[in-house]
């Protein structure tokens, strides 16, 4: 079974950066597909930002582009998500997901991901 735990979730100024860890265990980051979600008080679970299942390649919201950075740490197996120039729009409990089968196409649709972490409150706020 897979596991996903995050962290680093926090209380941050405008303009202000943080990075969120998704620990995995069951499973191998290299060879899942790995995402970053977000949900906004009162709002749908949106996408953030990817990895694919293959070659690895990333894919970002738009409005995240420039400001965020997904990466991997192999030898952890863990998933981290940078945040640069944070806004108070980006404040949202944050969500890591793991699929092993999931198709490119499919991977901004959070119903298309098997297994969740439980989530990670990131308040932007001055």
């Known amino acids: 079974q897979v596991q996903l735990v995050e962290s680093g979730g926090a209380l941050v100024q405008p303009g202000g950066s943080l990075r969120l860890s998704c620990a995995v265990s069951?499973?191998?980051?290299?060879?899942?597909?790995m995402g970053w979600f977000r949900q906004p008080p009162g709002k749908e679970r949106d996408f953030v930002a990817a990895?694919?299942?293959?070659?690895?390649?990333?894919y970002y919201r738009d409005s995240v582009k420039g400001r965020f950075t997904i990466s991997r740490d192999y030898a952890s197996n863990t998933v981290f998500l940078k945040m640069n120039s944070l806004k108070p729009e980006d404040t949202a409990v944050y969500f890591c997901?793991?699929?092993?089968?999931?198709?490119?196409?499919?991977?901004?649709?959070?119903?298309?991901?098997?297994?969740w972490g439980q989530g990670t409150q990131v308040t932007v706020s001055s």
């Open positions: 990895f694919s299942r293959t070659g690895g390649y990333t």
């Open positions: 069951g499973g191998s980051v290299r060879t899942y597909a």
């Open positions: 997901a793991a699929d092993q089968r999931i198709m490119t196409s499919s991977l901004q649709l959070p119903t298309q991901w098997d297994y």
